[in-house]
Nanobody
């Protein structure tokens, strides 16, 4: 069972990126999927989470209005759409899965390898 975040890269401030979270071993449709990031020298930060029940979004961090999350069950993929990116968004981004968003933010049962996002000024 493994999660994988992908889609990171280098983008200019004000630009957009879409990250993907995929899985080998289980169906993401049945899990709450959260997105986190760790910036250099900082603690890991929870950003937002997509519930498994009604696909509502929990926001944990300060990215509401710029970041959103969606699910494509047919592709077994959850996307993090990031708009109006700022240099302070530079970090390694991770996805995690658990039964609920509360559990995902608290500990997260499954974690993927991260993907680097770098925003230049």
């Amino acid at each position: 069972v493994q999660l994988q975040a992908s889609g990171g890269g280098l983008v200019q401030a004000g630009g957009s990126l879409r990250l993907s979270c995929t899985s080998s071993g289980f169906t993401l449709h049945y899990y709450a999927i959260g997105w986190f990031r760790r910036a250099p020298g900082k603690e890991r930060e929870g950003l937002l989470c997509l519930t498994s029940t009604d696909n509502s979004i929990w926001y944990e961090g300060s990215v509401k209005g710029r970041f959103t999350v969606s699910r494509d069950s047919a592709e077994n993929t959850v996307y993090l759409q990031m708009n109006s990116l700022k240099p302070e968004d530079t970090a390694v981004y991770y996805c995690a899965a658990d039964s609920t968003c509360m559990e995902t933010f608290r500990s997260g049962r499954y974690w993927g390898q991260g993907t680097q996002v770098t925003v230049s000024s």
